[in-house]
């Protein structure tokens, strides 16, 4: 099964600021995800990214906001851009593996 | 767009088996049902998932109705290290591509 690598797994940021997250995969997949997840909450979809095309966003959520990048098979970026204190949250990466769908450990962003 | 209804949460004893719920009327023909795990700080764990016929691995099984609507997890044996939230998923065909769209899950308490 497919293992996914996280960084930073987390931050503390100043608002207005901008973060990018980064997620490598060990082996080549299709398609990879980016999730929310908010304090005490479930998981939220942000967007699916898939080599070769620009990210699909889910209703809610921006490219100006979340630019996302996916150069290769294996590896995908997310930014968080202009931070303010709503944007503290856990952020986490996931990938379509052979039985189902592998996740990072996750980013916990913190925004001061 | 969540398609899942699970209780928000539930007990179960050390060593009984622990079933777990979860109502997806909505769900159509060719939609997966996938079922995860969080546990507490960590990125959603792969637990089992089933399409029409149950199913079972080493962590647990899958019963799925006839009429599909509905499906039980059931965690044989119980351990502490079972307390997590467990999510219950239908997995979601897109544009895009095929997406998991977590709903409330249920948290699992498992005492001793």
């Known amino acids: 099964s497919a293992v996914i690598s996280q960084k930073p797994s987390r931050d503390i940021c100043q608002r207005g600021t901008s973060l990018t997250i980064q997620c490598q995969v060990d082996?080549?997949?299709?398609?990879m995800f980016w999730y929310r997840q908010q304090p005490g909450q479930s998981l939220t979809l942000i967007a699916t990214?898939?080599?070769?095309?620009?990210?699909?966003?889910e209703s809610g959520f921006v490219i100006d906001k979340f630019p996302i990048s996916r150069p290769n098979l294996t590896f995908s970026t997310l930014t968080v851009s202009n931070m303010s204190p709503e944007d503290s949250s856990i952020y986490l990466c996931?990938?379509?593996?052979?039985?189902?769908?592998?996740f990072g450990s996750g980013t916990r962003l913190t925004v001061v | 767009d969540a398609k899942t209804t699970q209780p928000p949460s539930m007990d179960c004893a050390e060593g009984r088996a622990a079933n777990l719920p979860c109502n997806h009327s909505?769900?159509?023909?060719?939609?997966?049902v996938y079922w995860y795990r969080q546990i507490h700080s960590q990125g959603p764990q792969y637990i089992i998932h089933?399409?029409?016929n149950n199913e079972t691995n080493e962590m647990a099984s899958l019963i799925i109705t006839e009429d599909r609507k509905s499906s039980t997890l059931i965690l044989p044996h119980a351990t502490l290290r079972d307390t997590a939230v467990y999510y219950c998923?239908?997995?979601?065909?897109?544009?895009?591509?095929?997406?998991?769209?977590f709903g409330g899950g249920t948290r699992v308490l498992v005492k001793p």
């Open positions: 996931s990938a379509e593996a052979n039985y189902g769908y592998t």
């Open positions: 082996s080549q997949v299709t398609m």
């Open positions: 990214a898939n080599q070769g095309s620009e990210a699909t966003y």
């Open positions: 909505t769900i159509s023909g060719n939609e997966y």
């Open positions: 089933g399409l029409k």
């Open positions: 998923i239908v997995r979601v065909a897109a544009a895009a591509g095929n997406k998991l769209t």
